[in-house]
């Protein structure tokens, strides 16, 4: 999931020499992709079920398909089990090895996809996770890396008489250096020649999927007082249209996906197809993080639903009618992501298995048939004092490490707890980390600290301060 950029796109009515033609058989196995709405299963959580149980979960909510973020050999033996697709992963530390050598490639066939296969009813590799968006020394040699090794996996996979499998790998829209209007999107510069034309190329030359992790909540909630939420959400009856090309857009998903459309035809690639692997609503978050409710969450992802298993396909404004395969973020919560409150809060469920919102993936349920909503209290950004504490219950132990780090860093941050100081008393590990806590991430945060130290504190609008200590705070 991944960083964002607004939209972006160019339609030229243009018929590339590159295009590939889709084949009736071809359209006959992307409308079975598409139809059938796919599930991130994600596991960065202490507290989840286990793969049995949670493939009984996924079966509940009705989704067709499941994408892994890994190749775990219990799920995908369990899945064998099921007529769910499956999506298995390569992971970012494996590209550059895979790239330099078919051999390895070919080991992490015979070890991930041959064991299972066809029994297990694997459809798509996807190489590597968002890695444009990570830009070190070594970031850019795995850059360098990804098309050789997803040339090499489909080599393997080709030698051994496997051809419904499909390589991708899923981007961030900060591939794109520029957003609004559609019709403006283009590439960033520095990934335009080392990496996107040879991807482009590859998935062109394999009929493969661009695939795209596209979240319409973060440019909303950039400026949720001017951008429209109704827009964002499909609920809209408003309507913008691109001044350079005239499509109409009634949801911000078309213009985020068309942007990419935009992207791809200027590098003479207007016919590849797209598949969504990544997108979704937080269903709650930090107190900044506007417009993260269960009442958005379930709004996002029961329209997009109907929109993505409307028969005949809708498609785009760019794209009237193309069926895009869509798997939704994420079938959990799960509390061991990092960063701010809304990362550990994109799931349909929560670690029980309960549902946070009713929900059909397969889309036969009309909306209006699904449950009712809580109203939400945060569609408009907060305003005043937020101050980060200690969470309920979390362990000294852990809270004392925690307190050594917040202190560790500056001099000035737990000064006010020196014995004999305004903050000293009482005299326990809660209330010092509490207080460190708050006057760390008051001094840091716009050094993009979070309100979160590995989960053992919590946002609040309450001072916890007193007479004597007034603790630091946050002022949105």
């Not at 041959?114 to 996807?126: A, E, K, M, N, W």
């Not at 737990?414 to 009482?426: D, F």
Request: contains cysteine; glycine residues 6%; charged residues 15%.
């Amino acid at each position: 999931m991944a960083s964002f950029a607004l939209f972006i796109f160019t339609l030229v009515a243009l018929s590339s020499s590159c295009s590939n033609a889709v084949g009736p058989q071809n359209n006959k196995t992307l409308l079975s992709l598409a139809s059938r709405i796919g599930i991130n299963y994600g596991r960065l959580g202490n507290n989840l079920p286990s793969p049995y149980q949670s493939i009984n979960l996924i079966k509940s909510i009705k989704a067709g398909h499941v994408k892994l973020y890994d190749a775990d050999q219990e799920t995908l033996m369990l899945l064998s089990q099921t007529n769910l697709y499956v999506t298995i992963m390569v992971p970012n530390n494996q590209i550059i090895s895979l790239g330099a050598d078919q051999t390895a490639a070919d080991k992490w066939v015979n070890t991930n996809v041959l064991p299972h296969y066809p029994q297990t009813r694997i459809r798509f590799v996807l190489v590597g996770n968002e890695i444009l968006s990570y830009n070190s020394d070594q970031d850019k040699q795995t850059w360098a890396s990804l098309v050789p090794a997803m040339r090499k996996i489909v080599n393997s996979l080709r030698a051994r008489g496997i051809h419904n499998i499909k390589v991708g790998t899923p981007l961030a829209m900060d591939i794109l250096r520029s957003s609004f209007p559609p019709s403006s999107g283009a590439f960033r510069e520095e990934v335009t020649a080392p990496v996107m034309l040879p991807l482009l190329k590859f998935l062109n030359g394999t009929n493969s999927f661009f695939f795209l992790d596209v979240y319409p909540y973060f440019p909303w909630s950039t400026d949720p007082v001017n951008n429209h939420l109704d827009f964002a959400l499909f609920e809209s009856n408003s309507t913008y249209t691109d001044p350079q090309t005239g499509l109409v857009y009634t949801n911000l998903l078309d213009q985020m996906l068309d942007s990419v459309i935009s992207a791809m035809t200027k590098l003479g690639y207007p016919n590849i197809r797209l598949a969504i692997s990544e997108t979704g609503w937080p269903n709650t978050g930090d107190i900044d993080e506007t417009g993260a409710n269960i009442l958005n969450a379930a709004t996002y992802n029961r329209n997009l639903i109907k929109k993505m298993t409307a028969n005949p396909p809708l498609g785009t404004p760019a794209r009237r009618g193309s069926p895009i395969p869509t798997f939704l973020f994420s079938l959990f919560n799960e509390n061991q992501k990092p960063g701010s409150g809304t990362e550990r809060h994109w799931g349909i469920l929560n670690p029980d298995g309960t549902q946070i919102y009713e929900i059909d993936l397969s889309g036969t349920r009309p909306v209006s048939g699904l449950g009712s909503l809580p109203k939400p209290s945060n569609n408009v950004p907060f305003k005043g004092n937020v101050w980060c504490v200690a969470v309920e219950g979390a362990s000294e132990a852990e809270l004392g490490q925690a307190l050594d780090f917040a202190c560790g860093r500056s001099n000035d941050t737990c000064a006010a707890l020196a014995p004999g100081r305004e903050c000293y008393a009482p005299v326990s590990v809660t209330w010092h980390a509490s207080y460190a806590f708050s006057s760390y991430w008051a001094q840091f945060r716009n050094q993009s600290s979070q309100c979160y130290f590995n989960g053992l504190a919590r946002e609040t609008t309450t001072n916890p301060g007193n007479e004597h200590c007034k603790f630091p705070s946050v002022t949105l």
